[in-house]
């Protein structure tokens, strides 16, 4: 989440290796899919890791902010938390969100990923679904910090670099992905609701 922390290179090779073993043969392997089937392959596999690797870490870690070992994924959150303070203190809520996040929206981001290259019919509803949980998530994450007085940043740096912009990507994708399946699902009906009637 940060680009000041500087990741040792045996995580970041560990999460290369991860994403190509696991993904890469999927995008790759779908060559009649269009690009914007692959540029989604490629949203659902990088948000559904960083899902359950990234958020999963801080949900099942809660002294991540006591670790001492320089630990990458600690020092992340170390590094977040000056943009949002209720993820060392714990928050409830963030922890709820995070948590949901991590169990239910990861693996689902990574099933939209084989929805998606094997032409699945529900990859549509699919991710809808998702985009609208990650929509509700970051409305729940928005409203709560304002409704406590949206005062948890160190900085107005760390306020908009972490805390704003990093967050908006978790709008502004799901909101066109939504919108998009939105429009192909109502296609998907009003075709089928002209075969029926050309049948009769």
């Known amino acids: ?31 009649k899919r269009p690009t914007i089937d692959r540029i989604l392959m490629c949203w659902w596999a990088f948000t559904g890791l960083t899902h359950m690797i990234l958020e999963g870490y801080f949900v099942f870690s809660p002294e991540f902010f006591k ?11 170390k590094e ?18 995070e948590g949901l996040t991590a ?3 990861g693996p689902a981001c990574l099933l939209a990923v084989y929805a998606i290259a094997k032409a699945k019919s529900y990859s549509y509803i699919l991710q809808f679904a998702i985009s609208l949980g990650q929509l509700y998530g970051t409305a729940v994450y928005f409203i709560t910090a304002l409704l406590e007085g949206d005062n948890f940043a160190a900085s107005l740096l760390y306020y908009y670099a972490y805390y704003v912009v990093m967050n908006s990507f978790w709008i502004v994708i799901p909101m066109a992905i939504t919108i998009r399946c939105w429009k192909k699902t109502c296609a998907a009906f009003s075709n089928q609701g002209q075969k029926k009637v050309k049948s009769r």
Request: proline share 5%.
């Open 103 to 105: 169990v239910l929206e």
């Open 67 to 77: 670790d001492k070992s320089a630990f990458y994924l600690s020092e992340v959150w």
């Open 1 to 31: 989440m940060s680009l000041l922390v500087r990741p040792s290179s045996s995580f970041v090779c560990e999460k290369l290796k991860t994403f190509h073993h696991l993904i890469f043969p999927f995008v790759a392997g779908s060559p």
């Open 80 to 97: 977040y938390s000056k943009g949002d303070s209720r993820y060392v203190g714990r928050d409830s809520v963030v922890v709820t969100v």
